[in-house]
């Protein structure tokens, strides 16, 4: 099944399919080291809601909510 980062509950995990954004802020993504393939963990969500903490190649990473709606991840299930 695919969903955006956004989407996920904290414990869900996914693996990168693609990135829907483009220029500097997909250069940004990809520097943080999510790439297609990458195995995304979702740790929490602040409590409004954004930013929100993701685990990424062994490292926890808080993204704006703005950016995990662009990133497409396959979810097992």
Do not use: F, H, W
């Amino acid at each position: 099944m695919i969903k955006t980062v956004d989407k996920l509950k904290p414990g869900e995990k996914g693996i990168v399919e693609s990135l829907g954004c483009s220029g500097a802020i997909r250069r940004r993504i990809i520097d943080m080291g999510i790439t297609p393939g990458a195995v995304i963990v979702m740790r929490k969500t602040a409590p409004m809601g954004d930013p929100i903490e993701i685990n990424v190649r062994g490292y926890e990473l808080s993204i704006r909510k703005s950016e995990a709606q662009d990133i497409r991840i396959e979810v097992e299930g």
